[in-house]
């Protein structure tokens, strides 16, 4: 473990761990009273959970043509989401970035972004709903909003590794200064803002489900109904459209984000 | 391989990017109207964002004096994340070294393992709040659960693939002097691969904050919980205050775990 060297084995070598994993205990036992957790209430809670995955078989089969709706839905909110999202977060990652925005810019945006991450897009969607009412609307703007905090930082970071030569190289050539941000600025990140903004589509579709039970609509909500109704096997179904619809899009953003990381290499 | 654009004409290049755009821009528009969503709404409609702010300011943090419960729920958001980032974490380590191919002989354990990890990690987290809330009940001991089972989905194969990724020679150098199996992982793989096993159980930390209060709304218990509750009955004063906290507190966890992280890394390259 470390660079001492220990002439036969010993297990004094394990006396430096025994402080820390008495703490760890104590804190995992502490937390655990405070949530309640309880060995034997997870067993019979496991068994429990069993018996309701057992009545959720088999799916309600007629019910698949009425979720054709809804799952349009959770895809296009999370495609518009991640579309406006990629642009506001472009906007954002270029004035938080040092070689493009003054510094009090940058300081306010990686403040703005920083307090964004912090916030979970379904508490955002609380607002919203608070704001504009129950519908897609609510999701596609806190799915928008929500990408800030991850892809604006995740620009910024891209735009700040590009090679300065090059920025020069556009300067000297008296561009202006739109002309340097997008020749010298963008072209160079656009794979991976295509990378990132793919990344975030899977992440999205994920939470286009959770945010439709608490009021965007879609597939998540039908999800959510079918479970407060005791419906399950309405529930099974959407289930199943819920897990194809994240497996197509977790394989399918990561088929195109190796085609483009390879393109962008080429070039 | 297909040639880079660089050698097409530049009046072929400007008509493929025109055609990319306007496609891209009649797609949008098209989905936008097929969900009624109307972008502008949000400055038409903006006034209504102006009446909750109004209804919402100034928040109300009385509440952290005179609502006691508040606390309490603060402790069990924490209390959530942290175990469910020890337990999930400790559960996805011992996984990973059953979906390793470097480190498991067996291919049919290895890829049942490996369908149980990518299993877990497709189906979402709203399923299984919703089963575990309707088998153990509301409260924090669902959420939990609900964070150990995410954590063990993301970083079980995380895991996995940072044991594949290893060096093979010092395993090899290991086993060559004799070794049994379980003495490689021990002498070689697990001095390895801690320090980063650390850094992300201190990452998954961080997420799980940040999960423990979406959980929290769908009966998971803690902040999330009083947050929806809020917002339910229209105190918006006393949301507001509630995420007001929120963030300083996510900030602030960040902020240490980010140190944490470093510094555990750190000490890793010195070695």
């Given at each position: ?267 | ?191 390895q691969?801690?320090p980063s096993?650390?850094a ?61 992280r470093k510094k555990v890394l750190g000490a890793a390259t010195l070695k």
């Amino acid at each position: 473990m470390t660079g001492q060297t220990y002439p036969t084995y010993n297990l004094k070598r394990y006396r430096k761990w025994v402080l820390p994993v008495i703490a760890l205990a104590i804190a995992v036992e502490g937390a655990a009273l405070v949530c309640g957790a309880d060995i034997r209430e997870l067993n019979s809670g496991l068994i429990r959970s069993f018996i309701f995955l057992g009545q959720m078989f088999p799916p309600d089969w007629s019910a698949f043509p009425d979720l054709v709706s809804p799952a349009v839905d959770t895809i296009v909110i999370a495609v518009l989401g991640t579309f406006f999202g990629t642009i506001i977060s472009l906007g954002f990652g270029l004035a938080a970035a040092s070689n493009v925005a003054p510094r009090w810019l940058r300081r306010l945006t990686r403040g703005f972004i920083r307090i964004e991450r912090a916030l979970p897009e379904i508490v955002i969607l609380l607002f919203l709903v608070a704001a504009f009412g129950l519908g897609p609307f609510g999701g596609v703007v806190s799915l928008t909003i929500g990408c800030i905090g991850m892809l604006g930082k995740l620009f910024a970071d891209a735009i700040e590794e590009i090679d300065p030569v090059s920025i020069e190289a556009i300067e000297a050539l008296g561009a202006s200064k739109i002309q340097v941000i997008y020749y010298g600025v963008l072209q160079p990140v656009i794979p991976s803002i295509i990378s990132f903004a793919l990344f975030r589509f899977e992440l999205n579709i994920r939470l286009s489900v959770v945010l439709g039970a608490v009021g965007a609509g879609g597939v998540g909500l039908e999800l959510y109904r079918a479970f407060s109704l005791l419906d399950y096997n309405r529930g099974c179904s959407a289930l199943i459209i819920t897990l194809v619809l994240v497996f197509i899009t977790e394989r399918l953003s990561e088929y195109l984000r190796s085609k483009v990381r390879m393109e962008g290499a080429l070039k | 391989m297909k040639q880079p654009s660089l050698y097409t004409l530049p009046s072929t290049r400007y008509k493929r990017k025109a055609t990319v755009f306007s496609l891209i821009a009649i797609l949008t528009v098209g989905i936008c109207i097929y969900l009624g969503f109307d972008p502008l709404m949000l400055f038409t409609e903006f006034h209504y964002v102006v009446d909750l702010a109004g209804n919402m300011l100034p928040p109300n943090f009385e509440m952290f004096r005179s609502n006691g419960h508040v606390w309490r729920a603060i402790l069990e958001t924490i209390c959530m994340a942290f175990l469910g980032t020890i337990y999930g974490g400790s559960i996805a380590f011992v996984l990973a070294f059953l979906a390793a191919s470097n480190t498991m002989p067996a291919w049919a354990i290895r890829q049942v393992v490996r369908f149980c990890l990518s299993l877990m990690r497709v189906i979402p987290s709203l399923v299984i709040i919703l089963v575990f809330v309707v088998a153990i009940g509301l409260g924090p001991f669902a959420g939990m659960l609900t964070l150990v089972w995410t954590t063990i989905g993301t970083f079980g194969q995380l895991f996995t693939q940072i044991i594949e990724n290893l060096e093979p020679a010092p395993s090899d150098a290991i086993y060559a002097i004799g070794a049994s199996r379980v003495q490689v992982i021990r002498y070689s793989i697990l001095p390895q691969i801690f320090p980063s096993f650390i850094a992300n159980l201190l990452y998954s930390f961080d997420i799980n904050m940040r999960a423990a209060l979406a959980m929290g709304i769908f009966g998971g218990g803690g902040i999330g919980f009083e947050l929806y509750m809020a917002m339910r009955v229209l105190r918006y004063k006393d949301a507001l205050a509630l995420i007001c906290f929120t963030i300083v507190l996510i900030t602030i966890m960040e902020k240490l775990s980010d140190h944490l992280r470093k510094k555990v890394l750190g000490a890793a390259t010195l070695k």
